[in-house]
């Protein structure tokens, strides 16, 4: 928090926009709207409501995941079932546990809110595929909480592609337009275009820290000065490019980290254990043979992007919460007979 979070905050509370903000401090490039949220959240002296809007996500997160368990759809109920197991497991294990599931983060962390965007928008773009339904104030909402997910953290680009085939599914099985689709998403490419042009200015680039993207003649920027920020981003995430792709050179050094070492071999073990659960207690499900392959290829997808520019534990939560969930997916009718004895949680 201290490193540049907090620092930026101050500035946003105190300037206007600064053109070539990223000379201030180059880790100011990476600006997140998140910053701005919590900007405005500096109250009394105190940084608690910062600490609230992690917590905001992690609430949102289990509304979701307790109202699934009552879902009338097998596929929903057991998905959120697989994520309370996988959940439980995470307080076991190598070292005492940890698997990847979301925990608290310190103030101005943003990972576990993008873990829970990523899971959310991931679930429910499956499921509206699953169920071939299609809503166009769905579709506009997505869109924004994509757009939303990335400008917290450029970490979560590969959203974007499943967007673009639900785009792409979206025409062809509900026979809407081009043109309607361009309707829907009005306020995404308004907030968007905006968003690009304010990172321009105060950066140099159209995205950050892309160096390629960095096309330009203010006055105030340096020739490819940001191949350097490029770079220790991608040396802080034990990029596999940075090892010339030798995936063993590259296993070792992540591996000799104790935290990747147990973050891996724990949501390994919990996601084999969770999967055996599932084809013990449960039949197959009828789940559309498409949505399988799209879950597939957008988590072989994103693990391959995730290896290439940022497998750190904090930027894998999820990917490994949409993997759990993902169990669930091809889980059916229950074999055994299984009552949820929640339904007057709360009550009296």
Sequence with gaps: AGFYHLNQQNWLRSSEMILGMVNIHWAFGMS???????????????????????????????????????????????????LVIFSIFD???LNGGRNGFIYIQGVGKQDVG??????????????????KRFNQFEVSLLSLLTLFTIQIKLSSVFLVFLMLYFYWFFLKESGNSFKTLLYINIPSIFFGFFWIIKQYLTTGCFIYPVNSTC??????????STKAYEEITRNASYSLSLYDYDILQWYEEFISFKIN???????????????????????????????KIVLFVFLIGNFIYLVNYGPTPRYLMGFILTMAYGVGFFSGKSKVNVVLGLKGFGKG
């Design 32 to 82: 997140s709207i998140a910053e701005y949220i919590s900007a405005i959240l500096w109250f009394e002296g105190t940084f608690i409501n910062l600490h609230y809007l992690n917590l905001m996500y992690i609430f949102t997160f289990y509304n979701i995941l307790v109202s699934d368990l009552y879902s009338k759809e097998l596929i929903i109920r057991n998905s959120s079932l697989m």
């Design 91 to 93: 307080n076991f294990g």
């Design 114 to 131: 993008i873990a829970i965007l990523f899971f959310f928008i991931t679930r429910t773009i499956l499921l509206i595929l699953n169920d």
């Design 215 to 224: 096309i330009n003649k203010f006055a105030w920027y340096s020739a490819n």
């Design 261 to 291: 070492q147990t973050l891996t071999f724990n949501s390994l073990i919990s996601l084999l254990l969770i999967y055996s659960f599932s084809r013990v207690f449960y039949y197959r499900s009828n789940l559309n043979s498409q949505v």
